[in-house]
């Protein structure tokens, strides 16, 4: 399970520390400041994954909301499969 806490490091810790950070980050996102701005987010693998997951999750509905607010006559099922040769 991941922990949705974030803390903040330095770059120049970061540098310093990044093995530890890196053991960190499988339960923690951790932002990273250059100059006290936000530079980078180090985040696990895993966490990584489940974001871009989501991501296209939420970009799969959009399409499927505008395509079913779409006024244009719509193609039967059966004719999408024998089209495809799936029938």
Do not use: C, F
Not at 45 to 65: C, F, G, K, N
């Amino acid at each position: 399970m991941y922990i949705s806490l974030m803390s903040t490091i330095s770059l120049s810790d970061a540098r310093r520390d990044l093995p530890t950070l890196i053991n960190e980050a499988q339960t923690h996102a951790i932002t990273i400041s250059r100059h006290g701005e936000p530079a980078a987010v180090l985040i696990s693998p895993s966490r990584y994954e489940q974001l871009l997951q989501s991501l296209e999750d939420l970009e799969d509905l959009r399409a499927i909301d505008q395509a079913m607010a779409d006024p244009s006559p719509n193609i039967p099922w059966e004719q999408v499969k024998k089209e495809l040769g799936l029938a």
